[in-house]
């Protein structure tokens, strides 16, 4: 199963990337598009708890070398939004 990107945009819209990961190995894209300053939401609800935990960390070791800022949005469901 391969995860869902909704509504891909460019750095000039400013309308966040939405993805749904189903493995690790779909953090790449979403990496990319934190780096390009694209804000990204990730739904992490059907994922298990390991996987969870290993996208986020990489996740956020990008966010923190971008100086991007995560938020909460619900439960398993974060907004990481660039630096202005």
Known sequence: MK????????????TPN????TSYFDV???ADALLENIPIIINL???DYKTKLRIL???CG?????????SMLEKSIYLFSPKE
Not at 3 to 14: H, L, M, Y
Request: no cysteine; charged share 20%.
């Open 3 to 14: 995860s869902i990107v909704t509504e891909p945009v460019t750095k000039e819209t400013k």
């Open 18 to 21: 939405v993805y749904f990961p």
């Open 28 to 30: 790449p894209s979403m």
């Open 45 to 47: 609800t059907i994922v």
């Open 57 to 59: 960390d990489f996740i």
């Open 62 to 70: 990008v966010a923190y070398v971008t100086g991007a800022k995560r």
